[in-house]
């Protein structure tokens, strides 16, 4: 089993948070939910997505 984070960006017009969320489910991975984020977020708020990316490194194995 491979640790897997899904980023979903709430504010993602292409594609949309629930379709973000069956990803996570049928992966089985940990979320982190980024409210007042679009798409490409790397780009747009690359604090917010080096931190998760971060974590996810740091910790891989945590529950959401």
């Known amino acids: 089993r491979v640790p897997i984070t899904v980023q979903i960006c709430l504010q993602d017009k292409?594609?949309?948070p629930q379709k973000q969320q069956e990803l996570a489910d049928?992966?089985?991975a940990k979320t982190v939910v980024m409210e007042d984020s679009?798409?490409?977020l790397n780009k747009?708020?690359?604090l917010k997505?080096?931190?998760s990316?971060?974590?996810?490194?740091q910790n891989p194995n945590a529950e959401n």
């Open 14 to 16: 292409l594609l949309p």
């Open 26 to 28: 049928l992966l089985n």
């Open 38 to 40: 679009g798409h490409m």
């Open 44 to 46: 747009r708020n690359r």
């Open 49 to 51: 997505f080096s931190r």
């Open 53 to 57: 990316i971060l974590e996810h490194l």
